[in-house]
């Protein structure tokens, strides 16, 4: 570190023996004052100084005591950067905020002083740093480069392949500007060293900035991240080597549109009618799958479980989406249990087998000559409408045959080719698609499964290896010209499908879709095409490159995860694009159907946002065509109701609205009338089927209010913890009265409605990088009152917060706990005492009364075990053992009730699962608690966050289930709790949900979640907090009570 000159930091300074001086982090000083710039030029060349070194010599106690001219005098000297240039944030999420003069800097470092501008760590000094970047990212955007510059330069820096071309047309003349054509008479220039795809598109804006945002930033401590830190909002390639995926576990619970949005829907109850015996569709069904009508379950030939009523008529529908109504996607968003795992797995198989059987009708049929007597289908032409395949009664698929030209699987096979199937999830589900597949399929040889991720490299027959990719490549077939873009043409082939392509099923997650496609890309094809014309000349006898990976069907589970925004594409979505691209029928000589399925039961509960992928697929898969989806005519129609519906959440509680939500919800209920029922299956438990619930497993959630203490060191520093929200709510109130003044807002602001809307984008992760500290800090005591006063007096260091350093620690413990036959405790006490949460835990027990109410449910629950042994009210086992979740969420209550819960009740199995844990190890986690138990077994607690295990696994062997925190939304509720209240379930559940009422946080998210008819008898008039019931008044008397922060040998009060 450059340390020329003399240094304000005084008493921080430590000589090394080596002569360097470390700098040890005094957090009670101003940030400011210890810390560090580094530069760095694109050349490769940095230099870094602490900014006290440019104070001036008389400072006045603000801001611009720190010489502007100095520092950038010095930056002249070492880096030969002129001192007119602008200096940039090396963080892309900040690559709006510029130093160009004195007021930018200083205004710069009043957002660090504010925390409205997170810095990184200095290794090895310790210290905070500022990481500055010469020239800024916008800078290296050039008028040649982008013709929109001077539009792009005031927005967020975002990589250009967010936005993909449609694709492309076979047509003599381009129906597409961004799309391409097939031409049999070519001219223009051609460049060999071109590749197929269109000129890199204008940037585009990040989603939740405006052109006029100054700074973007993203919170390390923040609760829970999505898996990828970029698939909430655009997505990135950037992973470890191999194909594995990284996890991080702070940041925002899905994305900024899963809000609770069950009161709209309570609108829409009248636009779903049930299924009755009267509904012609279900004889339909029948037909297509040859079963009785009054089948109630029915196993298909060729799966080896059967499947209800309801699922069969799910994977009709998916199955004929394209024959029906011409839209190449579905959303599958049955209330989780209900088994959309096991419909999408019937679609797969039922389209592998449907292509067999049309294989076997096109080999009769080109054997003209073959006798009547001996045929087993219908003859090719001449049909009657009302005929029937005269083999029909022994078929061996069930379903009707293929030889039958007015029934739905001949137009399914004739409109969605043979190619491979592609399953996209979440790392975590790899291991449960697995087991769905093994469960529903037995040890078929017709159908293959193979998985592209890091954790399945070493396993024989499962990795995705050269073998794989050899039976899934597409085969090339006439050569064209590919016309349209910015181009006169680019030479490629059309494809043909691979042999048998459909009974191969890839698993890959979501992190590595685009990179399964990309191992396909083939640079070695010599372009031969008969055509004519100066660019078929000069591609004559060229290589070219071309992708030979396309997909009959691409399925998106938990896509919630990462679907994306208005204005980008997700890394999978992407990955769908170039699948599509490359899916042109050699047959047809057009574009081919690739069907997308996307599975999450957030599809009614997030509404429109995360329907925007699938009408982007449908869109493009449908070239010039309208797309017929009531007012849905292109995808820039659903901007409008997107709008509604954001519009409807925020405001559904104020009175002052209520014309205004009342004509939005009128436009849903539109849209909800003739868009949803054409692309949407979405059934409760409760959704009528011939007049009866089509599965009952009730699901009775008991509320339970455990307030924290009203006095204590705990409770003072919550009570400041909300004075400081509430001086930012303040601010935020007072930027919109500044906007309103100066014209840029039409509206006089509200103070209680902006604290409200700033307060409610902050408990449900959306304030970006407004988020205060302070509320961060109450999130994580949501549970634990104690965190509130080791992070305000600063007691524990805020590093040791983060998911790194507590999934660092509890992958230690979980090594010793799963890594060995027998458990040594002691040896993972020794673990848990190095946590800087150890010396406080019997202040963290006895101060949570959430905690001890967990602790009454546990001995609830083990005072069950030998009595009850079999269903309804034991497991089906007859063990009378039982298992219990507990969720969180952050990561950091997780792991405190883990250590606690683990020094309490040495008996127990304590299952913690966090990000250290691999997506196999945490799916292999999972089939141990759904492991038959005797009597001899331990009960089982899992202990983990509502992001890592609170969807997508089944686990009905356990039937407790507390949610320790308020979800940010209904749907994760739903999710947590629909882990064991699900279809399998045998037991009697306990499903109870544990809140806060002094906690801030939770109380805003209680309000939020309550619909206005529970507000209005609760007395609450516009779902508003009142500030006296969280913050101490002055002069009332505050007690200071003193810290128990005593350290605990092996804790006290083992049970």
Not at 354 to 364: G, I, K, L, S, T
Request: some cysteine; overall charge negative; proline content about 6%.
């Amino acid at each position: 570190m450059d340390n020329s000159t003399g240094s304000n930091v005084g008493s921080n300074a430590a000589n090394h023996a080596d002569g360097r001086v470390r700098y040890s982090y005094n957090s009670d000083i101003p940030v400011l004052a210890h810390l560090n710039l580094k530069v760095m030029h694109r050349s490769g060349k940095e230099a870094e100084r602490l900014l006290c070194d440019f104070m001036r010599d008389k400072p006045r106690g603000v801001i611009a005591d720190y010489d502007y001219k100095s520092f950038r005098t010095w930056l002249k000297e070492r880096l030969e950067i002129p001192p007119e240039d602008t200096l940039g944030m090396s963080n892309r999420d900040h690559a709006n905020l510029l130093i160009k003069d004195d007021q930018s800097f200083w205004l710069t470092l009043a957002c660090i002083e504010s925390g409205k501008l997170r810095t990184s760590r200095n290794i090895p000094w310790g210290v905070p740093q500022l990481d500055l970047i010469y020239p800024p990212e916008v800078d290296l955007v050039h008028p040649a480069d982008d013709p929109q510059t001077e539009q792009t330069r005031a927005r967020s820096s975002v990589p250009a392949e967010v936005e993909t071309p449609p694709p492309r047309n076979i047509s003599h003349s381009s129906a597409r500007s961004n799309g391409r054509s097939v031409t049999r008479s070519d001219s223009g220039e051609f460049n060999p060293d071109s590749v197929i795809g269109a000129s890199t598109p204008p940037r585009i804006e990040r989603p939740g900035t405006s052109a006029g945002s100054a700074i973007v930033i993203s919170s390390e401590d923040t609760p829970e991240a999505p898996e990828d830190p970029g698939e909430a909002g655009g997505g990135t390639d950037d992973q470890v080597e191999g194909v594995g995926d990284e996890e991080e576990d702070e940041g925002t619970e899905g994305n900024a549109s899963s809000v609770d949005n069950h009161p709209v829907l309570e609108e829409m109850d009248d636009v779903f009618p049930e299924v009755s015996d009267s509904n012609p569709t279900w004889a339909q069904v029948c037909k297509f799958f040859g079963c009785p009508l009054d089948a109630e379950e029915y196993r298909l030939p060729y799966l080896e479980v059967p499947l209800r009523h309801y699922q069969l008529f799910a994977a009709w529908s998916m199955l004929t989406q394209h024959p029906r109504n011409g839209i190449s996607s579905v959303m599958l968003g049955d209330e989780p249990g209900l088994g959309k795992t096991a419909e999408v797995i019937c679609v797969l198989a039922t389209f592998r087998y449907m292509h067999q059987a049309w294989e076997e009708v096109q080999e009769e049929w080109e054997r003209k000559n073959l006798p009547m007597g001996r045929r087993k289908h219908l003859a090719k032409d001449d049909q009657a409408d009302d005929a029937e395949c005269p083999s029909q009664g022994r078929s061996k698929y069930g379903f009707q045959c293929p030889c039958v030209k007015a029934g739905y699987p001949h137009r399914i096979v004739r409109e969605i080719e043979n190619y491979p199937c592609i399953i996209t999830c979440v790392p975590e589900g790899i291991d449960h698609w697995l087991k769905e597949l093994d469960k529903f399929l037995g040890q078929s040889s017709e159908i293959s499964v193979t998985v592209y991720h890091n954790d399945w490299r070493k396993v024989k027959g499962i990795r995705h290896d050269q073998a794989a990719m050899i039976r899934t490549r597409a085969l090339a077939g006439e050569h064209v010209i590919f016309e349209g873009g910015d181009g006169p043409g680019l030479p490629g082939c059309l494809i043909k499908p691979p042999r048998n392509g459909s009974r191969n099923i890839i698993i890959v997650s979501q992190l590595m879709a685009r990179k399964l496609v990309q191992l396909y890309d083939d640079n070695t094809r010599t372009w031969n095409g008969p055509f004519k014309g100066d660019v078929a000349n000069r591609a004559r006898g060229r290589t070219f490159r071309q992708n030979m990976l396309a997909a009959s069907w691409v399925v998106f589970d938990e896509c919630q995860h990462y679907h994306g925004g208005r204005n980008s594409v997700t890394t999978p979505f992407r990955a769908l694009q170039d699948l599509t691209q490359t899916n042109w029928s050699h047959a047809r000589r057009d574009q081919g159907t690739t069907m997308a399925i996307g599975i999450t039961a957030d599809f009614l509960v997030t509404g429109p946002p995360l329907w925007r992928p699938f009408i982007r697929h449908a869109e493009e898969c449908n070239g010039t065509k309208e797309l017929k989806l009531g007012p849905i005519k292109k995808l820039a129609d659903l901007d409008e109701f997107e709008n509604y519906w954001d519009y409807v959440v925020r405001y559904r509680h104020d009175e002052n609205r209520r014309d205004a939500v009342n004509q939005r919800t009128e436009g849903l209920r539109e849209l909800f009338r003739t868009f949803v029922p054409k692309t949407i299956i979405a059934r409760r438990y409760d959704t009528k089927w011939f007049g009866k619930p089509i599965l009952d497993v009730p699901v009775e959630i008991q509320d339970r209010r455990h307030d924290s203490s009203g006095t204590g060191a705990a409770h003072e520093a919550m009570s400041t913890l909300c004075a400081r929200v509430r001086a930012w709510a303040d601010m935020e109130f007072n930027e919109q009265l500044g906007q309103f003044q100066m014209g840029r807002r039409a509206d006089e602001p509200d103070r209680e409605e902006e604290q409200r809307k700033a307060l409610l984008r902050a408990a449900q992760g959306n304030a970006g990088g407004n988020m205060p500290r302070a509320f961060v800090a109450l999130q994580r005591s949501t549970t634990y009152p104690t965190l509130a006063r080791l992070w305000v007096e600063r007691v524990v260091a805020d590093g040791e917060f983060a998911a790194t350093a507590i999934n660092m620690l509890a992958s230690r413990v979980t090594d010793m706990i799963y890594g060995h036959s027998e458990v040594d405790r002691e040896a993972v006490l020794a673990i848990l005492r190095e946590s800087p949460f150890w010396g406080y835990i019997d202040e963290l027990r006895s101060n949570s009364p959430k905690y001890q109410a967990l602790c009454g449910y546990i001995d609830e629950m083990t005072g069950l075990n030998g009595e009850d042994t079999a269903p309804p009210q034991g497991p089906p086992d007859g063990s009378g053992i039982r298992h219990m979740l507990a969720f969180h969420n952050t990561i950091t209550s997780a792991f405190i009730t883990f250590m606690l819960l683990y020094v309490d009740y040495p008996s127990l199995d304590f299952i913690f699962i966090h990000a250290g844990l691999s997506p196999k190890e945490r799916g292999e986690l999972a089939s141990y608690v759904q492991q038959d138990c005797t009597t001899e077994c331990r009960n089982k607690v899992v202990v983990s966050t509502y992001r890592l295990f609170g969807s997508g696994f089944n686990l009905f062997r356990a039937n407790y289930c507390i949610l320790l925190d308020q979800p940010r939304t209904k749907a994760i509720q739903e999710q947590a709790f629909r882990r064991v209240a699900r279809g399998g379930q045998q037991q009697k559940t306990r499903l109870i949900q544990l809140y806060d009422g002094r906690n801030l946080p939770e109380a805003i998210l209680r309000l939020q979640s309550t619909n206005r008819a529970e507000l209005s008898g609760m007395g609450y008039a516009g779902a508003m907090i009142n500030w006296d019931d969280f913050i101490i008044a002055e002069g009332k008397g505050k007690e200071k009570a003193t810290a128990t922060a005593t350290a605990s040998g092996s804790g006290s009060g083992s049970r």
